[in-house]
Nanobody, 124 residues
């Protein structure tokens, strides 16, 4: 069983930066594909970014490409999402997710483990 705990959310202004962390336990991070998703009330949970087991491959939603960066530190069992040039449209609850797969990581269906979520609010 994999447990995921997100941290780092908060309230920021448009144009600011914010970093999220996801601490994993229960399984070696090096054997997990990792992703970030986000969701607003009444909306679907949307893909934001993902990273392969070793970190050699990263994937981004078009809406965040060039602004967000996903990374991982397998020794610390932690995945990060650095968010720059934040926009009000980035406001959402952000979820960390873990997959036993090393492919198809842009799809919500690939993930079997989810964190509890952390709120990110961007004011205009």
């Amino acid at each position: 069983q994999v447990q995921l705990v997100e941290s780092g959310g908060g309230l920021v202004q448009a144009g600011d930066s914010l970093g999220l962390s996801c601490a994993a336990s229960g399984r070696a991070l090096s054997t997990l594909g990792m992703g970030w998703f986000r969701q607003n009330p009444g909306k679907d949970r949307d893909f934001v970014a993902a990273i392969s087991w070793g970190g050699s491959r990263t994937y981004y939603a078009d809406s965040v490409k060039g602004r967000f960066t996903i990374s991982r530190d397998n020794a610390k069992n932690t995945v990060y999402l650095q968010m720059n040039s934040l926009e009000p449209e980035d406001t959402a609850v952000y979820y960390c997710a873990a997959s036993l797969q090393n492919y198809g990581l842009a799809s919500r269906a690939a993930y079997g483990y989810w964190g509890q979520g952390t709120q990110v609010t961007v004011s205009s």
